[in-house]
């Protein structure tokens, strides 16, 4: 008896649990639920989702379960996605459904990544609360103005410093791409380019944090709630969060403090100090410096992927490298094209265009939160759920793009594909793609990444050709992979070599003439802002 009791108690235990397990695993995965792979009770299907390259394995069960539909569902330790997969879905939930499909998901690894707790920190993050409406006005209003003014030259400016760069130090063209997208939004933000190093540091630190790839508690979320003292993740984040908050904070402060000696020149951050906030609404120093240094942050991290996937396609693509080339030589006469060009170069903006299409930097999409219960399609989905825009799967549907997995830029291009669209001056755009998003949230940066783009990558073209770079033992060409990128949120290939070879003595000597030009230019301007600055302080004596 006394055996008996502690061995039924256990058999009883065990076939409880059993039951209720496929009690729960029939509920979850009945017939009459949204197609989507077979769910195990509680932990979803996080078992097979891989976190390198996740979007391919999404795709993977599009192809398995969306059918025509272009949606299946699937969860991950309780959280539940819609996972779309087709645009028209897209537009019916996310841009007609907009009024309460537009929330976020919270990030896990971040403390109040949506500032329901007033952190104001992270717009793009934010649920769909007062610092996030205040924020996405801020930031348009900015990012037009700045756009609306060519970004004062700065664009220009770096495109011909990266030139010189490129032709000094070839080898070091993934840190120079970066860093003229780092300085292109320190001048913006802060009028300091000397800040670009640890501006793309801290990009990529808050990317990491956020993304899936990132941190295990952004996967195995109850890790998080470990007590602080033994919680290594915790602790990083403390750290990272607050060095950010004080970084932006001290650029604003100084800022300010140059303003007030009539020291500091144009930027967003001295916009912001005499305008006031009352045109603006924002609260204060604090957000003002965070919306700030979000602009910044994100305007690296989105703009470095398309740059470096288009020397990749170019490289493997020298047909349509030698035909953007021929087009700025003829459309621009031998100068390095500018964006008032741009109507002029179709093929340019096709190529861009066409690499953004072929390697999307954000191939997941961005994830919205449903904030009411709703019906779609006859089925039944809960507050909460989160809708995944599959970019993957938009920019890889046969109908619309006609061999899809291949680089032809003709489809934007030529007559009788799908998605061609006249008149050629206006299209191909990158605007509107929907590797932007959707709806409310869609991206703010539209415009600042196809001119920063056309800049860049005409500038190139004018300059170089681009091409795989020769083993110095063996002489073979060194592969370039297509294929290969992190895994983060928002990608970028592996790190690759290749050549940049000046397209002829004369242009090589230009382009090295031009940015001494450029920098002689800006260097004289500063100095003859600050003397002018000093002479009104009275530092100066004016003879
Ligand atoms: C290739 C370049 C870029 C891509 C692919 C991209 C993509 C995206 C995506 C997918 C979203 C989320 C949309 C949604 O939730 O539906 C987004 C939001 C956003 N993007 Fe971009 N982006 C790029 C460049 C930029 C740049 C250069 C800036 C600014 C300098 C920028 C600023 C923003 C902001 C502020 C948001 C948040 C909007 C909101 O939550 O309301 N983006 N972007």
Redesign the pocket.
């Known amino acids: 008896m006394q055996l008996f009791t502690p061995t039924a108690l256990c058999v009883a235990l065990v076939g409880a649990v059993v039951f209720h397990l496929v009690k729960v695993f029939r509920e979850i995965n009945h017939p009459r639920k949204i197609p989507g792979p077979t769910l195990l009770p509680y932990i979803g299907r996080i078992h097979d989702l891989p976190i390198q390259y996740m979007w391919l394995k999404f795709k993977e069960w599009a192809d398995q379960y969306s059918g025509t539909d272009g949606f299946y569902f699937t969860e991950m330790l309780g959280a539940k996605f819609l996972v779309v997969t087709k645009e028209k879905v897209a537009e019916e939930l996310?841009v007609k459904r907009a009024k309460y499909n537009s929330d976020r998901p919270m990030v896990r690894s971040l403390f109040d990544s949506k500032s329901t707790f007033g952190s104001m920190e992270y717009?793009?993050l934010?649920g769909k609360n007062q610092y996030?409406s205040r924020q996405?006005k801020f930031?348009h209003a900015y990012?037009t103005e700045a756009s609306n003014a060519h970004y004062y030259g700065v664009m220009y400016h770096e495109a011909k410093r990266w030139l010189a760069r490129l032709i000094e130090n070839p080898d070091d063209f993934e840190y120079s791409l970066e860093d003229m997208s780092s300085k292109i939004m320190c001048q913006l933000a802060w009028d300091d380019v000397n800040l670009s190093e640890a501006c793309t540091k801290s990009a990529w630190g808050l990317l990491t944090q956020m993304s899936p790839a990132g941190p295990i508690t952004n996967v195995i979320t109850p890790l998080w709630h470990l007590p602080t003292m033994i919680n290594p993740w915790k602790i990083a984040e403390h750290k990272r969060h607050d060095e950010q908050q004080a970084w932006w904070m001290e650029r604003l402060v100084t800022t300010r403090n140059n303003l007030e000696q009539g020291r500091q020149r144009p930027c967003f951050t001295r916009q912001y100090l005499e305008r006031g906030e009352k045109r603006s609404n924002i609260s204060g120093d604090y957000e003002a410096s965070s919306v700030i240094g979000m602009?910044a942050l994100?305007?690296i991290f989105?703009?470095v992927?398309?740059l470096s996937y288009y020397l990749v396609s170019m490289i493997h693509h020298p047909k349509w490298q030698a035909a953007v080339q021929k087009e700025i030589d003829e459309a621009c006469e031998g100068r390095v094209p500018t964006l008032d060009d741009a109507p002029k170069l179709p093929i340019l903006r096709a190529c861009i265009k066409e690499t953004?299409r072929w390697r999307p930097?954000?191939p997941t999409?961005?994830a919205?939160e449903m904030e009411a219960d709703d019906e779609f399609r006859g089925y039944f989905l809960p507050k909460g759920t989160r809708i995944l825009p599959l970019d993957w799967a938009f920019l890889r549907d046969p109908e619309k793009y006609p061999d899809p997995n291949n680089f032809r830029p003709e489809r934007w291009l030529e007559p009788g594909w799908p998605t061609y669209q006249e008149p050629l001056s206006m299209y191909p755009t990158i605007k509107g793609m929907t590797?932007?998003?959707?709806?409310q949230?869609?991206?703010?940066?539209q415009s600042?990444?196809q001119d920063e783009l056309i800049v860049a990558c005409g500038a190139l073209a004018w300059c170089f050709n681009l091409k795989q770079k020769k083993d110095p033992v063996t002489g073979e060409d060194i592969p370039v992979p297509t294929n290969k990128s992190n895994s983060l949120l928002i990608i970028k290939p592996d790190s690759f070599q290749m050549a940049f070879e000046p397209r002829s003595e004369a242009r090589k000597e230009e382009a090295l003439r031009l940015w001494a030009e450029s920098d002689a230019k800006y260097q004289r301007e500063k100095e003859e802002f600050l003397k002018e600055a000093d002479e009104k302080n009275g530092k100066i004596e004016v003879v």
């Open positions: 996310l717009l793009p934010m996030w996405r930031t990012l602009m994100v305007g989105t703009v992927g398309p953004m930097n954000v999409g961005v919205h590797s932007f998003g959707w709806g949230r869609q991206c703010l940066g600042l990444t």
